[in-house]
């Protein structure tokens, strides 16, 4: 089995927000290495059922051998946004709890193999999902300028997108550009010291989010899970960037609304709902101390909802 050190961010709090019922159906949608989907089955009881799953192939294998002797969780290597799917398929018609705690996890950022580190030399990929068809390679090696900066720009908050999407097409034309050290030296030499590590997490973040279709699948998801909640049931979303946190903000504050109608129309038209009471008005983040033990912790906002 991997050696994995991975501590789950806000495991406390994600816990207390998460359960209500002890005996209901949960939903993990980011499985990863566990860590939650273990707090979870801890606090269950016998008859109680948690369905993971994780889109990555080393997650899914892992964690399907880490809890083979609980017969109280299912795992799926699906995308979460398929939430309906995996629900069909093990007829739930509902969940008490549903759990997204969102981006890579410490094993795919420290593992060179997986090539989402910067650090490290991999091949330029970033696919969480390697069946996924365009890689981080075939963006940057045959996106145009334009398109290169836009990415940067709009998934990374990057200033310097388009210097940056210009000096990779001057050097895409002398030689392709395979690994992330390659991609690394290149937006080093356009950038000054200090703030090269901000601007290399920016651009593989923007290129990671790209790839993936991080913000489009986890809108679906919100979603689809409010569809699939039963009343009292609760989401819980760790974010762990400001692009993810509104996406997570805006469609709890949009499920809360029972109107959406203009605000001169005298008369209320929409025939909208509101779905979700919102739990978190302002999002809880980890510990001082927490942040001192666990670095990946130190950007994460939980917000938490419940359906009514
Ligand atoms: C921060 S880690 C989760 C860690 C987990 N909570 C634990 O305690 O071990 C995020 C995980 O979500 C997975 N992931 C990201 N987006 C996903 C998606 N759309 N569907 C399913 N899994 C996803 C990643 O592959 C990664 O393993």
Do not use: W
Not at 19 to 30: E, L, N
Not at 45 to 58: G, K
Not at 165 to 191: D, H, M, V, W
């Amino acid at each position: 089995m991997m050696d994995i050190h991975h501590k789950p961010v806000m495991f406390n709090e994600s816990l207390e927000y998460l359960i209500t019922d002890k005996s209901g159906v949960y939903f993990d949608g980011t499985l990863g290495f566990g860590g939650h989907s273990e707090g979870i089955l801890l606090n269950l009881n016998n008859d109680a059922r948690l369905i993971a799953t994780d889109v990555d192939t080393d997650a899914f294998n892992f964690s399907k051998l880490k809890f083979k002797n609980d017969e109280r969780i299912k795992i799926y290597n699906f995308n979460f946004s398929q939430i309906n799917v995996i629900a069909k398929i093990e007829s739930v018609p509902g969940f008490s709890g549903v759990l997204a705690d969102l981006g890579v996890s410490s094993f795919q950022l420290d593992n060179p193999a997986s090539g989402f580190t910067y650090r490290n030399e991999a091949m330029l990929d970033l696919r969480m999902d390697k069946t996924k068809k365009v890689s981080a390679e075939e963006v940057v090696n045959s996106f145009s300028e334009e398109r290169l900066a836009d990415i940067f720009y709009k998934y990374g908050e990057e200033k310097k997108s388009r210097q940056i999407a210009r000096r990779i097409c001057e050097k895409r034309e002398i030689k392709k550009i395979k690994t992330t050290l390659e991609l690394s030296e290149i937006i080093f030499g356009i950038t000054p010291v200090n703030y090269r590590i901000k601007t290399l997490s920016r651009v593989f973040q923007a290129l990671r989010i790209y790839v993936n279709d991080e913000l489009e699948t986890l809108k679906v998801f919100l979603t689809k899970s409010v569809d699939l909640l039963i009343k009292g049931g609760r989401i819980v979303v760790l974010s762990y960037h400001s692009l993810e946190d509104r996406i997570v903000k805006e469609a709890f504050k949009y499920e809360e609304l029972d109107c959406i109608c203009p605000k001169d129309y005298p008369v209320c038209k929409c025939e909208k709902e509101s779905r979700l009471k919102i739990i978190t008005k302002k999002p809880v983040v980890p510990s001082d101390d927490e942040i001192k033990n666990n670095f990946r912790a130190r950007s994460a906002k939980l917000r938490a909802a419940e359906r009514i």
